[in-house]
């Protein structure tokens, strides 16, 4: 299916009838990555999954975008959907999209569900893979020598970088691997549940650690009484960051715990 907003072609696919439950993939996947977890909740649920604009089979964003920007595209979706209260899953990337999500339009998600989700980047000065990559970056005349260049370099030393493997979206990709999100946290008031592998090299679960307590003690209105308590943490021993592709079956059992509690 379909969906154009703004001038992007959306690509997204739907099954079965419910209560709405859309799944966002993290950086590089597409619907396809989150497929085998949501057929878990086909029976019960109105299952979205997304194609997020550059992946999959939707357009490419304008080169501009930053975390921010998909999030409206996603609002106005769901909108268009004629959705509100929706339950919402986000992997990696997806997760961060959900965080802002549930701070700047609440009315549109009831619960949200972040596994290994990338909120903000750490230890990037003592990664020397990183390092490597900023200096072959800042390079003059690989810098002048155009796009053609970086991406050959790339593919010799990096091969397994994201610039690589999505140079259209080098751009946003850099825009938002300098965003942190961690003062939006307070402002998320909708019964969360946090999904990590232990493991995890791209998110550390250090950061689980954190999302949880923020999330949890963050100030809540007068409206949101009934929030306090409804922040729960599942940490899988031994998994990594593609949880939610390797173990489906284990992280649709938590999320069904969860939504019908």
Known sequence: ????????????????????????????????????????????????????PGFGKSD???????????????????????????IYFGHSFGGSLGIILSSTHPPLISKLILCNSAYKRTDKKSNTASSLKRLFYSIPLLNKAGPFFRRLGYSIFFRNSDLYKFP???????KIMSEDLTSLLSTVHVPTLILWGEEDKQTPVSL??????????????????????????????????????????????????????
């Open 60 to 86: 490419l964003p304008n080169s501009n975008w930053g975390s921010f920007d998909y999030v409206e595209l996603i609002a106005q979706f769901i909108t268009k959907l004629g959705l509100s209260n929706i």
């Open 1 to 52: 299916m379909y969906l154009k907003i703004n001038g992007i072609k959306l690509h997204y696919m739907r099954k079965g009838s419910g209560k709405p439950l859309l799944f966002v993939h993290g950086w590089g996947g597409s619907s396809n990555s989150l497929d085998s977890l949501s057929s878990f909740f086909k029976d019960t649920h109105d299952v979205i999954i997304l194609d997020l």
């Open 168 to 174: 259209k979206l080098e751009s946003n990709f850099k």
């Open 208 to 261: 689980a650690y954190e999302l949880k307590s923020k999330i949890q003690n963050s100030p809540l209105r007068p409206a949101d009484r009934d929030f306090a308590g409804q922040t729960k943490l599942k940490i899988f021993k031994g998994k990594r960051h593609n949880l939610p592709l390797s173990d489906p079956q284990l992280v649709a059992q938590e999320i069904k715990v969860f939504i019908n509690t």
